[in-house]
């Protein structure tokens, strides 16, 4: 079975800490993903990775960095977390179902980390 | 841009349709639909592509308007498992090579007895 492990579950910190967010896939998947997940305003992509070393902003990356140092993991960095960072934070990771180009693949979630900025 | 769904939120009996609509202002190549229930992680339903291809599960049905960016989902029949929040995924043309799947506020759908 597919699995996309989030390491913590539920996180408390304060304002102004540097936070970790890891992501780890088992299924060789090239593409990975980090979304926040907020009441009233859906899934929005924050960065994406398609490669080792490689990434992309989202349509929120402002607050946020990511590291991808293997294919298998891939980490959200909160430099200095602020209250309006408190989210449900999900990780995803894709294959492409063809060859490179344009082409997709159902994208697989994490069950998510809620972190709390106090 | 995130895509525009509609309903927001819609409440069923068992036994009743149901039709979840996505649309986008992008030129598309794709359109994922996925299910959240409460507590737990998105789970995928079905792809479909510009040209017609589809896949997904066998009991999903959906359609994808490429001249009108726009799709729906049909929930037929529906069941008490259906309930949950279903979110529409767009992949624009012409991405460069690289996945990106931008998510619209989803649907909230609660099927009752």
């Known amino acids: 079975d597919v699995k996309v492990t989030q390491s913590s579950r539920y996180l408390v910190k304060r304002t102004g800490e540097k936070v970790f967010l890891e992501c780890v896939q088992d299924?060789?998947?090239?593409?990975m993903f980090w979304y926040r997940q907020d009441p009233g305003l859906g899934l929005r992509l924050i960065y994406f990775?398609?490669?080792?070393?490689?990434?992309e902003k989202g349509d929120i990356p402002e607050g946020y960095s990511v590291s991808r140092e293997k294919k298998e993991r891939f980490s959200l960095i909160l430099e200095s977390a602020s209250t309006n960072q408190t989210s449900m934070y999900l990780c995803?990771?894709?294959?492409?179902?063809?060859?490179?180009?344009?082409?997709?693949?159902?994208?697989?979630f994490g069950e998510g980390s809620r972190l709390t900025v106090l | 841009q995130q895509p525009v769904q509609s309903p927001q939120a819609v409440i069923l009996r068992e036994g009743e349709d149901a039709v979840i609509n996505c649309s986008s202002s992008?030129?598309?190549?794709?359109v994922h639909w996925y299910r959240q229930k409460h507590g737990e992680a998105p789970v995928f339903l079905m792809i479909?592509?510009?040209?017609?291809e589809q896949k997904g599960h066998e009991k999903i049905s959906a359609s994808f308007n490429e001249k009108k960016q726009q799709s729906s989902l049909y929930l037929t029949a529906s069941q008490l498992s259906y309930s949950g929040t279903y979110f529409c995924?767009?992949?624009?043309?012409?991405?460069?090579?690289?996945?990106?799947?931008?998510f619209g506020i989803g649907t909230k759908l609660q099927v009752i007895p």
């Open positions: 995803a990771s894709s294959f492409f179902w063809g060859g490179r180009g344009q082409d997709t693949g159902e994208l697989f």
């Open positions: 299924m060789d998947h090239e593409n």
């Open positions: 990775s398609y490669d080792v070393k490689m990434k």
């Open positions: 992008k030129a598309l190549y794709s």
């Open positions: 479909l592509l510009k040209g017609g």
């Open positions: 995924g767009t992949e624009p043309r012409n991405s460069g090579g690289y996945q990106k799947v931008t």
